[in-house]
């Protein structure tokens, strides 16, 4: 039950990313600058910059992870072969 509404809620927060951020991308540079619903958004710089950034941070992290793991299981094929030739 825990596990469909963890997926249940991050379906919600996807799917509002998503829609907040397909609005910024495609539809806010056809609403005028002094619209009060330009306030809700950030510079459009930063419609680059935030998924660039998450993308450097999820591959930092996922390499991380990658390298990790190598590491360990080199670790432990050393052990064996030492243990072997003992």
């Not at 919600?12 to 002094?34: G, N, Q, R, S």
């Not at 419609?47 to 390298?67: D, E, K, M, N």
Request: proline share 6%; charged share 15%; hydrophobic share 55%.
């Amino acid at each position: 039950m825990l596990d469909r509404l963890v997926g249940l809620a991050m379906l919600i927060v996807a799917t509002a990313v998503f829609t907040y951020y397909t609005i910024w991308t495609l539809l806010m540079p056809f609403v005028d600058e002094d619209h009060p619903l330009q306030s809700l958004f950030p510079p459009r710089v930063w419609a680059i910059r935030l998924p660039v950034i998450l993308i450097l941070l999820a591959s930092t992290v996922v390499g991380s992870f990658l390298a990790m793991v190598m590491i360990r299981s080199n670790r432990k094929k050393a052990l064996k072969a030492q243990k072997k030739s003992s």
